[in-house]
């Protein structure tokens, strides 16, 4: 145990990711290991509260909170990386701790990368993950021409995964995503966030493959 958490930083995949996407997870822990990253991963399925929060729900939000920073301290957790856009901005806004994206760390490492790809893809720019040039990055790096969307960067559009619409509104956030694949040129579209993975995927036409970032990694 003391090994295990003697290491550089934390992955944080987030409750959705762990629960639903556990897929995910692993893509990114084997990348992590591969790379000869130095990092770790809790025991415990954590969640940092952001549902709570953008529900309403702002006494089970601290609660969480206060349960998490005591965990973080306990662990002696001075660095975090995510793939979750909710986590991210929870972590950096309301947890005031510094928080990387996934794809921030992976970037430093394109040279590790082999080109396997020689197609044309898109990409959606989540407005809660604001991470824009990275996942580019990668994705050129590994041969993909990437076409952005019309909408595009901090000019995106909300595509319903946000401020909890999916719970409360769910015909609303089926809604929202319509106009991203119609803005879609290519067959696959790809996405950094796993909340937006899902909700996209489930709303996806037949004619366009929704695809989270670890997947053309792995």
Known sequence: M???FSKKFLYFPG?????VLPNIVDNYNKLFYRLQLDFFSLPENTCCGAVAFTNGYEKDFEDLKEKNLSLLKKRKIKSLVTNSGNCMYTFALHYDLPVQHVSQILVKYLHKFPVKYEE????YDSPTLAVYEEPRKILDA????VIDLEKNRKNTLLCGAEGGMIQNVPSLAENLS?????MCK????IVSDPLVFYHLKKNAPKNITVLELSEVLI
């Not at 319509?178 to 119609?182: G, L, N």
């Not at 290519?186 to 579209?189: A, D, N, P, Q, S």
Request: include cysteine; hydrophobic fraction near 50%; proline fraction near 4%.
């Open 2 to 4: 003391i090994k295990l």
């Open 15 to 19: 409750c959705l990711a762990s629960a």
């Open 120 to 123: 044309k893809v898109s990409i």
């Open 142 to 145: 590994i041969g993909f021409e």
């Open 178 to 182: 319509r106009p991203i694949f119609q």
């Open 186 to 189: 290519t067959e696959k579209l």
